[in-house]
């Protein structure tokens, strides 16, 4: 299996933990499929990221760096809601940056 098919299922899975809450707290669909676009663009990014710093903590700063503004315009005036946004994200960016190097490196 190609790579990168491997990289953007793992931003799928990413995006649709983080779009499950959402559904259920009835947000509006475009939040959803920007939610969703947003992870399938940030695996690729955490993937290929070389920084002198482990995989897991590359792709917890990069999406913690990423969603800021994301997080401000889904929530405007709400700091809870931009600490929920960035907390997510935490989280998810890094499964996503340890699930990276580990499934997706080069197989011998």
Do not use: C
Not at 29 to 47: F, N
Not at 69 to 94: D, E, F, N, R
Not at 98 to 107: C, F, G, I, K
Request: proline share 6%; hydrophobic share 60%.
């Amino acid at each position: 299996m190609p790579k990168l098919f491997k990289i953007l299922l793992l931003g799928l899975a990413a995006g649709i933990l983080n779009a499950i809450p959402m559904v259920f707290l009835s947000a509006d669909w475009q939040s959803v499929v920007a939610t969703l676009l947003y992870w399938l663009g940030l695996s690729i990014v955490i993937a290929y990221a070389r920084m002198p710093l482990e995989s897991w903590a590359t792709g917890m700063l990069i999406a913690v760096l990423t969603s800021l503004p994301m997080g401000i315009l889904l929530h405007p005036g709400s700091v809870l809601g931009v600490l929920q946004v960035l907390g997510i994200a935490l989280v998810l960016g890094g499964l996503l940056g340890y699930t990276a190097e580990r499934l997706v490196a080069e197989q011998p």
